[in-house]
DNA sequence: AATGAATGAGCCTTCATTCAT
DNA sequence: TATGAATGAAGGCTCATTCAT
């Protein structure tokens, strides 16, 4: 029995070891990454030394290569969580929403909350991004934050289409480019010359609309 | 005699030399640049050195900084000339334009040639430009590319409005803005999937025409 | 009689505990001392680092520094254990050895069969003590593999030499080197060009024994 | 007249200017390798830093890079240099000898007034050559320094053999190597014990001989 | 004006070792 | 005893810039 205990209370400590590491462990990198983050974000990535990032984040110089192989992992690995954020947000908002109107403002308000409240990391993660690309052109080409958007905006569009909401015409990828840059411009643009938000994103509204909407309502007059 | 001579052709020789030497001042500083745009466009701002720089343009290393402070203001000079280049080009055209479809595909058809006739050299402008501005916060800030063209894009939207062919609840710099990003999309999208010259820019004017238009009803009054 | 039972109990497990440790301890240390030597031989010295050796031996890292102070001492003790090995193999081969030539012969003999079991060891063990040599030249000079050996032979050499089967005019210590080298390029050449065990073993046995062996001219008197 | 002297003197000028920067260059080369040897010499490859060369030899870090890709590269321009140093020696040594007698004799002499005169540089040289190989095993597989010197003793020991001078049963190739070996003993042990150098090379270049020489001369008595 | 050898601060990365658990 | 996360000194190398010619 007692021996039973102590082998139990043996196995339990061991266990508590492991998961207080494992939590350790977890928190490094959790703190590495949001240290990365911040510094990608105010000083871009040429100008970020993976010794900033551990020093920001309270760790060891060597701890950063314990979670990311490399500096260029590590952007990799913040411009994944990133879209990832941005990804959840505007699918969440997306799914209440039941017309053309809806989706284009609630994407826009989504991405503009998101840029409000992290400035300057949508305009990181993104300029990073191409950074990337020429570097190394035989990597793994990584999927563009934008492309996957992009076509996102292209199965609306097609919706739109065969619902005769949206003019015919239009070649649905690039118009859901074309959508995606406009949509983008919250990223850059927003706060210029202190422009209101609701100003702001009502014109882009607009602006994306009237280009979309086919004139069906309006024929029959 | 002999003095005489030595002098004249001293004066000779050295309005010849001074010639000369402006020429090839003038010269090293073309061929100069013209080897930092290509090695700037292939590979980008931080992969190219002074030195490549000089040794495709075939002069010595060191005189790269008789013409250029520094690396830095090499690149500046090389964003000026691509921007002046540009803009010439459609200010030409636009000078002929009498109506806003006009002017939309001018712009467009203008960018896209410049793009294709000079592939990458808009984008490594514009991706290099955003660089400078996040490395040297105080310097002077340095007037965007786009700024100034979004700022023409607003004054033609506003005369439109004026004229009662745009709607009036647009914010013509915003929205302005808006244009100009749509019609950047030729510099990166344009070869993406084999896309037709045609198909792509007629899609994009679409696009843009029919977001500016007003509707004839509020024309009247 | 609950004390008794958790006394004895305890007993008996600290027992059984004690022994399996020391069993366990032996038994890391034997499984370190093994991946050292796989890993010593197949990246060299330098390329090998106490945390691959720890990885291969299947016990975490730290517990490389409970039974080696040191990187240095753990190659040392690889060292240590590659000469004893070869050392107790030669010495049982040379026991039963009545002439030199069935001397130089099993000397030769071994010490192939011992490279070609174990490839690479033996020319691991010598690069990487000459490194050791170097690097330390104040601490202990670490009795070198060969000298223990090379003294082995000159031993042999004098003993031929009072037999009168030597010539006398040789240093027995130069000539014990001379021997020992010539022994050596078994762990070096032993696979070139495919040359057959048995040629390469007879060449070089020729070599030594007709280099040693005092003409019979000398014998008599 | 005077123009042309002007014009000449400029070309002189500009001769002189290149000339200079050239002996520059080269000076600074023979520097870095002349510390690069004594470095190499004194630590070993891995202790040495291409900045202590740098510094040992008067010129900044990055000029290091200007000479040699690499600090591989370095040491593999040591190895060469010694190699052929050595070579050259022994080759005119060899061009003046008739007997094997005198070439082995030569040779060994002539590798232990190298040795004793650039102490330690042959071993470094020797040492470091088989940690490149390790490192490298899919480079350009450097030719050893001591297989060319082994084939040329092979090509003695082939032509000893026609001439009936030496035992026809001993494959020249693994004897040449073990003659090569041998003669190394003097690159390793030469200063041991303070042996005195004629001593250690007669003993030597009997132990050679004896092994070679067939029995010949001695039968027709 | 032009050259190109020289410079050295600074970057990314590795790894032998420690220590809290 | 055993673990493995954490450490930070040190290494190799790059490159924007200077300077003697």
């Not at 039973?4 to 462990?25: F, W």
């Not at 739109?160 to 649905?172: E, N, V």
């Not at 949509?183 to 100003?199: D, F, I, N, P």
């Not at 994103?201 to 004139?215: D, E, M, S």
């Amino acid at each position: 029995m007692l021996i039973r205990m102590a082998t139990k209370s043996k196995t339990v400590l061991e266990e508590s070891t492991l998961a207080r590491q494992h939590k350790r462990k977890a928190e490094s990198r959790q703190r590495l990454l949001a240290a990365a983050r911040q510094l990608f974000v105010e000083r871009g990535y040429h100008d970020t030394r993976p010794q900033d990032i551990s020093r920001l984040a309270g760790v060891g110089h060597g701890t950063f290569y314990l979670y990311f192989s490399d500096k260029k992992a590590c952007f990799q690995a913040f411009v994944a969580l990133t879209q990832a954020e941005v990804d959840a947000l505007i699918r969440v908002r997306l799914a209440a929403c039941k017309t053309n109107e809806e989706r284009v403002y609630g994407a826009l308000e989504t991405s503009m909350d998101y840029v409000q409240a992290n400035p300057g990391v949508l305009k990181a993660a993104w300029a990073g991004h191409q950074l990337m690309a020429r570097e190394d052109p035989q990597g793994a080409p990584t999927p563009s934050i934008s492309d996957e958007w992009a076509a996102g905006w292209a199965k609306v569009i097609l919706n739109g289409q065969k619902a005769g909401m949206i003019w015919q015409d239009y070649d649905p990828e690039i118009i859901g480019y074309a959508v995606l840059v406009v949509t983008s411009v919250v990223s850059y643009g927003a706060l210029r010359k202190g422009a209101e938000r609701e100003h702001f994103l009502t014109n882009l509204t607009k602006f994306i609309l009237r280009a979309l909407r086919a004139p069906k309502a309006s024929t029959p007059s």
